[in-house]
């Protein structure tokens, strides 16, 4: 298969023997995922219901007739163009609507297999389809009934969606067939079941095809509708929107950067623009959906690692979710581990609090920053009002303009610090009275962003990156404060965590644990005061013989620990967090080897480059940052589009490239 990377001058090309797919999204949460052949439950068209925060599928594939092998997959950042056989396909999602839009090169006749059900729904039983024609639009009423060969009761309704489709031709044969799906990639991952049935329900003719999800079959009739008649305005807003984000100050930097290689280039772009289609901003919910297909809730964590990256997208929503998250800490002085409807409540999560002082750390510097400039303003006007200039009309309406900015100005950033001081310190006392034992930072298993076990590893006890964000807190509480006991706390856990964690070669990972882990390198983000520059290079230098891959990622554990797997075990957690290779902290690690040593560690921050460049450009989801790779070779695995991964990459090439 050839993929095209489509970005005017610089785009670019490769020819792969990957089972290569794309994923668009309509910044809402829905999202459709096609790959050559559908070898997983997770790939279709997905609708997202905001209200309850779950996602449905509707669409299992959609099929021209002939069917042939995907011969070339274009990416042109706001649709999808595929070429198999003679049928050229066109994929596009409209920003905002429950819709996927098909078109063919020309007109003719695809078979639409539908699987309608929740995400995470594997049931076989009592699934009903309906379908009809209404005013000129087919519609295909899902009905999910109980079953006893299933569940504790039968026929009893669970929920009712609608897909409502408007072709440019109408007409359709209903073929109401089921057939057995094989999903090899699901099989590969340890993720059952491995085979299920779909349902062949349509064959539509025509060019050009409509599919509009809802819970209501009127909105879902009436988008339909609205989408095919102004279908080329919607795609040129989404052409418009993706040029708005290349003309971004930040992205516009990398895109003209003079020491940096296209392919690297349209690497970021695409992270950029991924990133941003999975960030969510209704009534209810401002935040970034943590990865798709699996991830599509809010989780605090991911979000906020990934906040700096996407303040550079949208500084507007970037600041409303961190606003939110300062609200939202509870009385142990954490944050909630997920934001809005979830199952996994009781999932605790002791790291994500540190990072959101670690973005409020980011915040309150530019504050300062822009303090720097407000005062230099002040001086220039005081000398203008001083001079003989004061007394033009003209000079004292730019005065009196100037001065009612700089009040709102100052005024804002009265707010935002206040905000700050306020929530850091109810959180600051709260987890000492919760979280803290002699001066350490304690967490129970699978709270760090390590969050599974296997073989009772679980990292329950004081961690490493734990204490250094904690030292971080305490650091940003004395200078929004300069109240000196957030020194003494500062003072006295800093020089604890050195005398317990370093042994002058390597940070243990926690307390009495030398298991060498990553985790030191976030330590080094968000407290780089730990450990002089040459402690860092030491130890950087010591636990990289122990962790480097050689295709250019990190092991998560010691390769010559008795825990260590190389090969990706999916839903079984033995590699997960002991063997995998995770983007998001290969990036990272990127970021701290060139603050560090850049020189001596070139070898390990270019090939990190390389490999993050070829996980989003050429293998899985094309154009997404994926979730992780196995230890012994890079692949694609996990989810096809992680927030955090595209964010570190983000960030990565702009501290490398600044």
């Given at each position: 298969m050839k993929i095209i990377h489509n970005l005017g001058i610089l785009s670019i090309n490769k020819t792969t023997d990957e089972n290569a797919g794309f994923l668009l999204t309509n910044k809402k949460g829905s999202y459709c995922s096609f790959f050559n052949k559908p070898t997983s439950r997770y790939c279709g068209f997905f609708y997202f219901d905001a209200k309850s925060m779950e996602m449905y599928k509707l669409i299992e594939d959609i099929e021209p007739e002939g069917n042939g092998e995907v011969n070339l997959l274009k990416n042109w950042f706001y649709y999808a163009e595929r070429i198999r056989g003679h049928s050229v396909e066109n994929f596009f999602m409209p920003d905002g609507l429950n819709s996927l839009a098909y078109e063919l090169g020309e007109s003719g006749e695809i078979t639409l297999v539908l699987d309608c059900r929740k995400s995470y729904d594997n049931r076989e039983w009592g699934r009903h389809y309906d379908i009809s024609e209404e005013d000129g639009r087919i519609i295909v009423k899902f009905t999910k009934k109980t079953d006893s060969r299933e569940d504790a009761s039968s026929g009893e309704n669970e929920f009712v969606l609608f897909l409502a489709i408007k072709s440019d031709n109408g007409k359709h044969e209903i073929l109401d067939?089921?057939?057995?799906?094989?999903?090899?990639?699901?099989?590969?991952?340890?993720?059952?079941?491995?085979?299920?049935?779909?349902?062949?329900?349509?064959?539509?003719k025509g060019k050009k095809f409509v599919f509009s999800a809802s819970k209501s079959r009127e909105s879902a009739a009436k988008?339909?509708?609205?989408?095919?008649?102004?279908?080329?305005?919607?795609?040129?807003?989404?052409?418009?929107?993706?040029?708005g984000l290349l003309g971004l100050q930040g992205i516009k930097k990398i895109i003209t950067g003079k020491n940096i290689g296209n392919e690297v280039k349209v690497a970021y772009v695409n992270a950029a623009n991924s990133l941003n289609k999975l960030a969510v901003n209704n009534k209810k919910h401002a935040g970034i959906l943590a990865g798709l297909p699996w991830f599509f809730q809010l989780w605090a964590r991911d979000t906020l690692v990934s906040l700096k990256s996407f303040s550079k997208i949208n500084k507007n929503i970037a600041q409303k979710i961190l606003l939110n998250y300062l609200e939202m800490a509870g009385n142990d002085g954490r944050l909630p581990n997920l934001i809005g409807e979830h199952n996994s409540k009781s999932l605790g999560s002791a790291d994500s609090i540190g990072w959101l002082f670690v973005r409020c750390t980011h915040l309150t510097e530019k504050i300062n920053r822009d303090k720097e400039t407000i005062n230099s303003i002040k001086k220039s006007m005081h000398w203008i009002k001083g001079s003989r200039m004061a007394s033009s009309e003209k000079i004292k309406d730019y005065i009196k303009r100037c001065n009612s900015l700089i009040s709102r100005k100052e005024n804002e950033y009265y707010n935002l610090l206040y905000d700050v001081e306020n929530a850091l310190e109810k959180s600051i006392g709260n987890l000492l009275k919760s979280h803290t034992k002699d001066n350490f930072e304690f967490n129970e298993m699978n709270e760090t962003w390590m969050d599974t076990d296997f073989a009772g590893d679980g990292r329950k006890g004081a961690r490493i990156e734990l204490q250094a964000l904690r030292?971080?807190?305490?650091?940003?509480?004395?200078?929004?404060?300069?109240?000196?006991?957030?020194?003494?706390l500062e003072n006295t856990l800093k020089l604890k965590a050195k005398g317990e964690f370093w042994n002058g070669k390597i940070l243990a990972d926690g307390l009495d644990d030398w298991t060498i882990r990553p985790n030191m390198f976030i330590a080094s983000y968000a407290y780089p005061e730990l450990l002089s520059q040459k402690e860092w290079e030491a130890c950087f230098e010591n636990s990289l013989k122990n962790l480097w891959l050689d295709w250019g990622g990190l092991s998560t554990i010691d390769k010559n620990n008795k825990l260590f797997t190389d090969t990706h075990t999916g839903e079984i957690n033995k590699s997960y967090h002991r063997g995998d290779s995770w983007f998001w902290l290969n990036n990272l690690a990127a970021v701290e080897l060139n603050k560090i040593n850049p020189k001596k560690f070139q070898n390990q921050i270019q090939k990190i480059i390389s490999a993050g460049t070829e996980d989003i450009l050429w293998k899985g989801c094309i154009g997404c940052a994926s979730e992780l790779s196995s230890a012994k070779e890079l692949i694609?695995?996990?989810?096809?589009?992680?927030?955090?991964?595209?964010?570190?990459?983000?960030e990565m090439i702009d501290g490398i490239f600044k």
């Open positions: 067939k089921w057939a057995e799906r094989h999903y090899a990639d699901d099989e590969k991952r340890n993720s059952p079941p491995f085979k299920r049935h779909v349902y062949t329900g349509l064959r539509l988008e339909s509708l609205y989408v095919f008649d102004n279908l080329q305005e919607l795609k040129l807003q989404g052409k418009s929107h993706f040029h030292l971080g807190m305490y650091k940003l509480a004395f200078e929004v404060t300069q109240n000196h006991k957030y020194k003494i694609s695995a996990g989810c096809f589009s992680q927030t955090w991964s595209n964010a570190m990459y983000m």
